[in-house]
Nanobody, 123 residues
Framework: QVQLVESGGGLVQPGGSLRLSCTMS????????MGWFRQAPGKEREFVAAIFRAGGVTDYADSVKDRFTISRDNVKNTVYLQMNSLKPEDTAVYYC????????????????WGQGTQVTVSS
């Protein structure tokens, strides 16, 4: 059973940066496609970014492209989300997600979810 634990959230001023981490246990990490999603108060959960098993293929929501970078370390069983130039509208609970993937499907249904980490962008 896949378990995901996020960390790295917090309060940051507009224009600042944060790096989220998500560590996986329970399965061979390199078999998993990993994604980040977020949910703001009163809104539906939305896709943020995804990365394929070996890390060479990524996808981003238009709202975060060129500001956020997803990466993974298959030795540490960890996926990261580097968030730069943060805006107040990036405020949300950020969730790490995993799916067993034989082919690249960044926005398909994910099977396993972390508990979420709060990111607040405010002055």
């Amino acid at each position: 059973q896949v378990q995901l634990v996020e960390s790295g959230g917090g309060l940051v001023q507009p224009g600042g940066s944060l790096r989220l981490s998500c560590t996986m246990s329970g399965r061979t990490f390199s078999s998993l496609q990993m994604g980040w999603f977020r949910q703001a108060p009163g809104k539906e959960r939305e896709f943020v970014a995804a990365i394929f098993r070996a890390g060479g293929v990524t996808d981003y929501a238009d709202s975060v492209k060129d500001r956020f970078t997803i990466s993974r370390d298959n030795v540490k069983n960890t996926v990261y989300l580097q968030m730069n130039s943060l805006k107040p509208e990036d405020t949300a609970v950020y969730y790490c997600a995993a799916r067993v993937a034989l082919s690249w499907s960044p926005r398909a249904e994910y099977n396993s979810w972390g508990q979420g980490t709060q990111v607040t962008v405010s002055s």
